[in-house]
């Protein structure tokens, strides 16, 4: 193949796209459709509870239109990091959906399914042979922390998506995957150069991103053997050198440089040059293969459970004192925890942010006035949910009617809701920031050749 056109609908499988965006790439001769459908960024409860955060119903408006799609055209669809982290039990939760599909469609597709779970075992055993080493800022890993990860995932690199491609495979659902493997595997498996292959599919990850509108429509990319030229598929929105450029600023530590299993993409001499007023021509992107391929782990586990109240002050004269409403705040239910609960500040925790004041950029903003109203959520974590409950419930009266200490009187706050109490369930944190040195580019990752669902 001289060239290679991925065709990239939306960012997030079940984020919903329309039908035309999809239609323009064929036209346009798309040779593969590339979707991721997982991430970190809406942090460890996904990875940790082994749960999607997308809805079935959106998964499943947007693989019927990409199958369709796929079997229309006979070109492969790659879904990578599937049930959101990329767990075994996402990969076969977006495995049924396609099933669903692929029945009530009529569609013969083959499906490989790519697991990327690792046994703790497996983790413990390179550990131990010195063949898992921190990325900054972690430290050193130890076993404990492995055996206490509720999931442990390995971020693939292209390799184990080509070798699903290779052995035939129509749609091929990947767990957990670099962004940009997605859409980098078919074109390096046609001969395209792995600079601007990686570059490509560094801009295209995210869909309509890249484009001066990013809510509309996805993007395609051809990819040649000088560079690729990308444009998107919605009428009005356009490529510039600048959105194209600017994407490389987009989750990377250094905007010249990225990190794959293989290697580093490197854009250092990239040149953008807009071919007319909606297409860009980038060319000058380079790979450099590493000398140890390696695999990044993803770790999660439980820290606790958690309970949160949420209220609302609009009194003036709180909100004119609300550091020193805070502080009473504090001192007054740590106080009473002590005394109704027998509890001390090692037997749970708690966390109390001021929305519309500062919850969210603290002290890097400093408030100049008083804000119209302020929401206070409450989060309290313990070992167990019902004592969690039972400090959080320890403030409602607080969350109520708790004046500053000057005041003559019991100000009324506003609750969200009834019960003012909300269990959230575990809680669970990020653990692991390492990567394993590999034998080979897919020995950690299982793959499964699905037999086509029938009727009956």
């Known amino acids: 193949m001289k060239a290679v056109r991925v065709l990239t609908p939306t960012g997030m499988l079940g984020a919903g796209f329309a039908q035309s965006t999809v239609d323009r790439g064929l036209e346009l001769g798309a040779d593969v459709i590339s979707v991721d459908a997982g991430s970190t960024d809406s942090g460890p409860h996904y990875l940790g509870s082994g749960t999607a955060k997308t809805t079935a119903a959106a998964v499943k408006r947007d693989l019927r239109i990409l199958l369709r799609a796929s079997a229309r055209a006979r070109i492969p669809l790659v879904v990578g990091s599937c049930g959101t982290s990329g767990t075994d039990s996402g990969v076969e939760w977006v495995a049924g959906i396609v099933d669903e599909v692929l029945l009530e469609e009529d569609l013969d597709l083959a499906v490989a399914t790519?697991?990327?779970?690792?046994?703790?075992?497996?983790?413990?055993?390179?550990?131990?042979?010195?063949?898992?080493?921190?990325?900054?800022?972690?430290?050193?890993?130890?076993?404990?922390?492995?055996?206490?990860?509720?999931?442990?995932?390995?971020?693939?690199?292209?390799?184990?998506?080509?070798?699903?491609?290779?052995?035939?495979?129509?749609?091929?659902?990947?767990?957990?995957?670099?962004?940009?493997?997605?859409?980098?595997?078919?074109?390096?498996?046609?001969?395209?150069?792995?600079?601007?292959?990686?570059?490509?599919?560094k801009i295209v990850e995210c869909g309509g991103q890249c484009t001066t509108n990013p809510r509309t429509g996805g993007v395609l990319a051809t990819i040649d053997q000088t560079g690729f030229t990308i444009e998107p598929l919605d009428p009005d929105a356009a490529c510039t050198p600048i959105s194209v450029a600017a994407h490389m600023l987009y989750e990377t530590v250094?905007?010249?440089?990225?990190?794959?299993?293989?290697?580093?993409?490197?854009?250092?001499?990239?040149?953008?040059?807009?071919?007319?007023?909606?297409?860009?021509?980038?060319?000058?992107?380079?790979?450099?293969?590493?000398?140890?391929?390696?695999?990044?782990?993803?770790?999660?586990?439980?820290?606790?459970?958690?309970?949160?109240?949420?209220?609302?002050?609009?009194?003036?004269?709180?909100?004119?004192?609300?550091?020193?409403?805070?502080?009473?705040?504090?001192?007054?239910?740590?106080?009473?925890?002590?005394?109704?609960?027998?509890?001390?500040?090692?037997?749970?925790?708690?966390?109390?942010?001021?929305?519309?004041?500062?919850?969210?950029?603290?002290?890097?903003?400093?408030?100049?006035?008083?804000?119209?109203?302020?929401?206070?959520?409450?989060?309290?974590?313990?070992?167990?949910?019902?004592?969690?409950?039972?400090?959080?419930?320890?403030?409602?009266?607080?969350?109520?009617?708790?004046?500053?200490?000057?005041?003559?009187?019991?100000?009324?706050?506003?609750?969200?809701?009834?019960?003012?109490?909300?269990?959230?369930?575990?809680?669970?944190?990020f653990v692991l920031q390492h990567v394993v040195d590999t034998r080979s580019p897919t020995e950690m990752f299982r793959i499964d050749h699905r037999k086509a669902p029938t009727h009956g």
């Open 114 to 201: 790519i697991f990327s779970e690792q046994d703790p075992g497996f983790v413990v055993e390179r550990l131990r042979a010195g063949g898992v080493h921190p990325l900054p800022p972690a430290g050193e890993l130890d076993e404990a922390t492995v055996d206490s990860c509720t999931h442990v995932v390995g971020m693939m690199g292209h390799e184990p998506i080509e070798e699903a491609l290779r052995a035939g495979a129509d749609v091929v659902l990947a767990g957990r995957a670099t962004d940009t493997a997605v859409a980098a595997a078919f074109p390096l498996m046609h001969g395209m150069p792995a600079g601007p292959t990686w570059h490509a599919a």
């Open 254 to 429: 250094n905007p010249f440089r990225m990190r794959e299993p293989a290697g580093e993409l490197d854009v250092t001499d990239a040149t953008y040059t807009a071919l007319d007023d909606r297409r860009v021509r980038v060319e000058g992107s380079r790979f450099h293969p590493a000398d140890q391929h390696t695999v990044k782990l993803e770790g999660a586990r439980i820290t606790g459970y958690e309970t949160m109240s949420f209220t609302a002050i609009r009194d003036e004269h709180i909100l004119a004192n609300i550091e020193a409403w805070t502080e009473f705040f504090v001192e007054v239910f740590t106080g009473r925890v002590t005394q109704t609960l027998g509890l001390d500040g090692t037997q749970y925790s708690y966390d109390l942010r001021r929305y519309g004041y500062d919850a969210v950029l603290g002290n890097l903003d400093p408030s100049t006035a008083p804000p119209r109203e302020v929401g206070v959520m409450l989060l309290v974590r313990a070992a167990t949910q019902e004592l969690a409950t039972a400090v959080a419930k320890v403030a409602n009266p607080l969350m109520l009617h708790l004046p500053t200490p000057d005041m003559a009187y019991l100000p009324s706050l506003a609750f969200a809701t009834s019960p003012a109490e909300t269990e959230r369930g575990a809680v669970y944190e």
